[in-house]
């Protein structure tokens, strides 16, 4: 087949509006009733004769036809045989009509009619036609009968019953045959269908070699983690994940496990419920190519997007492990040895499809061929009692480990450079994601100098539409697609084909079970492993930019920066991967790739993580308070802590004045228990005057970080007065106790120039009575009543007058002298 030959996205609108059949099919069905009859037909629902009209007539009813088709979206067909995905045309064929009304009203009662491609459809091109994909003329058709249809109420499903004779399904040896329908109502084609499917012939045919990727995952969540309640009951019997792993397990399909789902269960210990236990235990022993998707299945081309070249992974799971839960080391998986996983045996072996026995139980991607054994070391196991490390928790013996799967139709162009770097040095491409070709190509294939492996558009958009059929007959009708496009495709020995399951598989594993049984059962199809899809050489193939929503690159931008916050604000715990830990899992839980099927639920989600996170900055602060006195000169300044964490964190408190009233003698490291608020006392002294200051408070973690935002309270600075009131009262003591000893003082020289002077006095008359100086006599009498009455100067001038008598005594006895000699 001509795989890739028409736009992925051409096919993929087809299938959603269930493969509405080329308007001319069905205008060449009506045209054929008025053309001839075809009365050896003998249907169950009334045959009518067949033919071929003019294409005018054909052309006209086409456009009247894509009108009424337009108006009625919402009523979908599918056709299929009644018991069976194929047509063996040498027996009788009874044919399902499933008419649903996805519309919000009843449709009325109409005619079904049933038809078929009148040439047999040998190839792709063909096929296509019928389908009415391509620039291809729509072949003829011809009708094999009709049947009324009753109403239909809104939302709900009608089935209509044709019975074909073998004689009215063509060639027998057609290896495809093209069955059609439409309904009419009141004269108006409301809605056509086509479908085809394989016969004997065709499924006899050459084998397409093609490998099958399945995305073993769980519904998108906002958290990290699966708790223990869902884990119980996904893991049960009919949960979930049991169902998943019951359609893939042991089947030619490669699985690509949430890590996320491996370490949850592992992180339970002893305490994880038994069904998961088990069922981790079984998973470990599947036969199938399994290769780790990124943690919670978090979009790696988005992650491109931001500019990362290491993908995110889990930094720790220190905050749910519980020590008490692992009195046991963790155990290998069954059928492993140390570790290392069993040989991997595909029900279906091919030469290309060998895969090593021992693998590298690590999440760092590795590089080199798949086919490459290596030798396994692994990690030693923990002590009983001791938590396991975050390695521990997300080991596993993988296949390979170098796979990059991105959601569909979201990388753009340099996001492959940035995978190879974080050393994801394959990505699988949906097909809508590269340019077509125009003849089969491996699925190997050259990117911008990256390899890839692209999903083919004509195998993928048929699978995944069998995979998630709501109805028996919707289910028939896609695989017998399927099955047709193996029909018609390249015959053997050409290049291994790959094709991929939605994300959303998982919740329709009863599908997938049977579309992958039908798969393998037949003839036509040789699964083969991702190592064989790989090992062929790579085809330049073009990349088609299809970048994310811009809104959402945004918003996860904004995510990553408020992450790298929280990182920094962690610092104020003792153990900061108690915060990390759950921030950086929630966060790429909510870069699941299956949030990008609601917009706005992640929107919503996106906002509300946003919100959460900030609250976690804020957890951390001072409380404000109202203005505070300063009146002594050293006091300690109250500041209110507050800790919302559910842990205790360590911050140092600073006070910041605005001035030089007060001075901060240093800052304060405190403790603040988990969710409490504490007081720290700051150590404040007043410095020069008083007055107006504001003080700016602070926090910081240990390690320098800034903690929240600066709180600024007010200060009223009095302190000076007590420094004045002492020194007054310091002068007022001095002064009192200098007065009385000056008093003191003063008093004894009172004293003693009292004494002196009496005597002086005494010697003074006495002497100037001897010398009869009367004049000195009274002189000296004057200041020795001077010195009575305490004058300071009369004191003085009595010293003086007594020196003066005394001296002038002494004269006049000198002069005495010689008249006695």
Do not use: C
């Not at 290998?332 to 069993?342: H, L, S, V, Y």
């Amino acid at each position: 087949m001509a795989a890739d030959s028409t736009p992925a996205r051409a096919r993929g609108d087809r299938l959603t509006h269930r493969r509405g059949v080329v308007l001319g099919v069905a205008a060449a069905s009506v045209i054929a009733v008025i053309a001839a009859p075809l009365g050896a037909l003998a249907l169950s629902g009334g045959a009518s004769s067949a033919g071929v009209g003019d294409a005018a007539s054909a052309q006209a009813r086409a456009q009247a036809e894509a009108v009424a088709s337009a108006e009625a979206e919402g009523v979908r067909l599918h056709l299929a045989p009644a018991t069976s995905t194929t047509i063996d045309p040498r027996s009788p064929l009874t044919v399902q009509v499933e008419l649903d009304n996805a519309t919000a009203e009843q449709l009325a009662a109409g005619t079904l009619r049933l038809t078929r491609a009148e040439e047999p459809i040998d190839d792709a091109d063909e096929l296509d036609a019928w389908f009415g994909v391509g620039d291809g003329t729509p072949p003829s058709a011809v009708e094999l009968g009709t049947a009324e249809s009753r109403a239909t109420s809104a939302g709900g499903s009608t089935t209509v019953t044709f019975t074909v004779p073998s004689s009215a399904l063509g060639d027998p040896t057609a290896p495809v045959i093209g069955l059609g329908a439409e309904l009419v109502v009141d004269g108006t084609v409301v809605a056509t269908g086509a479908d085809a499917f394989a016969t004997p012939t065709g499924t006899a045919g050459a084998k397409t070699t093609v490998a099958f990727a399945y995305p073993l995952t769980i519904p998108e969540q906002t958290t990290g983690m699966i708790d223990a309640a869902t884990l119980e009951e996904w893991t049960a019997p009919l949960g979930l994940l049991s169902r998943q792993l019951d359609a893939v397990a042991d089947r030619p399909v490669a699985i690509g496990v949430d890590p996320r789902i491996i370490a949850s269960i592992r992180a339970l210990g002893s305490a994880a419920p038994e069904s998961a236990t088990a069922w981790l235990a079984r998973l470990g022993t599947v036969t199938n190519e399994i290769f780790p998707l990124a943690y919670a299945d978090a979009d790696v081309a988005l992650q491109a997007q931001l500019g990362l070249t290491t993908m995110l992974a889990p930094t720790s799971f220190s905050d749910v492990l519980d020590p008490s839960a692992f009195t046991t080391p963790i155990e290998p998986e069954p059928g492993t040895d140390e570790g290392e996983q069993a040989p991997i045996d595909e029900p279906t072996p091919t030469a290309d499809a060998t895969v090593p026995a021992t693998l590298p139980p690590t999440t760092t991607p590795t590089d080199g061929p798949a086919d490459t054994p290596s030798p396994t070391p692994t990690e030693t196991p923990p002590v009983p009692g001791e938590v396991p490390s975050t390695e521990a928790l997300l080991e596993w013996p993988y296949t390979r480990t170098d796979l990059a799967w991105p959601a569909d139709d979201t990388v753009a162009t340099g996001d492959l450079g940035r995978l190879d770097a974080a050393g994801l040095t394959t990505t699988i491409l949906a097909p809508g994601n590269v340019a077509p070709t125009d003849s089969a190509v491996s699925a190997t294939a050259s990117i911008d100098g990256s390899t890839a492996l692209v999903a083919d558009a004509r195998i993928t958009a048929p699978l995944r539409e069998a995979s998630a059929a709501g109805s028996d007959t919707a289910w028939r009708s896609a695989t017998g697609q399927l099955l047709a496009e193996f029909a018609v495709a390249p015959a053997a020995g050409g290049p291994a084909l790959l094709a991929t399951f939605d994300r959303d598989a998982g919740e329709h594993s009863v599908r997938v079970a049977a579309t992958l049984g039908q798969l393998t059962n037949d003839a036509s199809v040789q699964p083969t492993g991702l190592a064989g899809a790989i090992g062929a050489p790579p085809v330049a193939r073009t990349l088609v930019d299809e970048p994310e929503d811009p809104q959402r690159t945004t918003t996860a931008q904004r995510m990553l920066d408020l992450e790298a916050e929280v990182g920094q604000f962690s610092t104020v715990l003792d153990d900061p991967r108690l915060l990390t830990g759950p921030v950086r899992r929630d966060l790429l839980a909510l870069f699941d790739v299956a949030w990008l099927a609601d917009p706005a639920a992640w929107d919503a989600a996106a906002a509300q993580w946003l919100a959460d996170r900030r609250a976690t900055l804020a957890g951390v602060s001072v409380v404000p308070s109202s203005s505070v006195n300063i009146f002594a000169r050293e006091s300690p300044l109250p500041i209110t802590v507050l800790n919302a964490l559910p842990y205790p964190v360590t911050v140092v408190v600073s006070a910041d004045p605005s001035n030089g009233r007060l001075v901060v003698e240093e800052s304060v490291t405190e403790t603040i228990p988990a969710e409490s608020r504490s007081t720290v006392q700051v150590p404040i002294a007043a410095g020069v005057g008083r007055g107006e200051v504001t003080i700016a408070i602070s926090l910081a973690s240990p390690t320098g970080v800034a903690i929240g935002r600066t709180v600024y309270i007010s200060g009223n600075v009095q302190a000076d007065w007590e420094g004045l009131g002492a020194v007054i009262l310091a002068t007022a003591v001095v002064l009192f106790f200098g007065f009385g000893i000056w008093r003191n003082i003063r008093r004894r020289r009172k004293q003693r120039a009292a004494e002196a002077s009496s005597a002086i006095a005494e010697s003074g008359v006495a002497k100037s009575a001897e010398a009869g100086g009367a004049a000195d006599a009274a002189e000296i009498a004057d200041a020795a009543a001077a010195v009575e009455a305490g004058d300071d100067a009369g004191e003085r001038e009595t010293a003086r007058a007594g020196v003066d008598t005394a001296e002038r005594a002494d004269e006049t006895q000198d002069d005495e002298d010689p008249k006695r000699d």
